[in-house]
């Protein structure tokens, strides 16, 4: 055996291939696949802000003659961060009310409990959700049920008889939105 070494210019021969050494090897090719495949995800939650489009742009609702003093008018607008295959759902609703004048509410058409449309009853001038029975009176605010405050409101502007509204995501009630607590049937901010 010393020969061998000796005569094969110090080199040991090469060893065989086992079964063993074989299944490690699949075994860590397969451990690295499904590490790869578990860190897509994480990685593109991880980096998506940086990557995501804030889309938030003023958008056309319509002239101001649509929309009749004292009433509210459902209206529709296109969301600018659309995608191709978001279809029929790209076309978002709001709630148009006209105060007087150029001074308007606009109303993101979600419910603020769990998100359900509310649908505008005007004989009782209320917005009522279908899905758990929250109420909110014309100017936005909870009437009752489980929401606990009143709709979000977009912004909006008015110029050349032209309403338009800022968009493209929903709006929420942001760092400045307080949680009223209600005692004794007097309202106090929460603490």
């Not at 005569?7 to 696949?33: H, Y």
């Not at 959700?129 to 605010?141: E, I, K, M, N």
């Not at 909870?142 to 405050?149: K, L, V």
Request: charged share 20%.
């Amino acid at each position: 055996m010393v020969q061998d070494v000796a005569s094969s210019g110090g080199q040991e021969p090469p060893v065989p291939a086992t079964r063993r050494k074989f299944l490690l090897a699949v075994g860590l090719a397969l451990n690295a696949v499904v590490a790869l495949l578990v860190a897509i995800p994480v990685l593109g939650y991880l980096l998506g802000p940086i990557r995501r489009r804030t889309a938030q742009s003023w958008i056309l609702l319509g002239p101001i003659e649509r929309f009749p003093a004292g009433e509210t008018r459902l209206a529709t607008y296109e969301n600018p961060s659309r995608v191709a295959w978001d279809g029929p759902t790209a076309n978002i609703a709001c709630w148009v009310r006209r105060l007087e004048g150029e001074q308007f509410q606009v109303f993101a058409i979600n419910c603020t409990h769990l998100g359900c449309p509310v649908r505008w009853f005007a004989p009782s001038r209320l917005f009522m959700c279908p899905c758990h029975g929250g109420a909110y009176y014309r100017d936005g605010s909870r009437a009752s049920g489980p929401p606990e405050r009143g709709l979000f409101e977009y912004p909006y502007k008015v110029e050349n008889g032209v309403i338009t509204i800022q968009a493209g995501e929903l709006p929420t009630p942001g760092p400045s939105a307080e949680l009223i607590q209600i005692e004794g049937g007097k309202e106090k901010p929460c603490a």
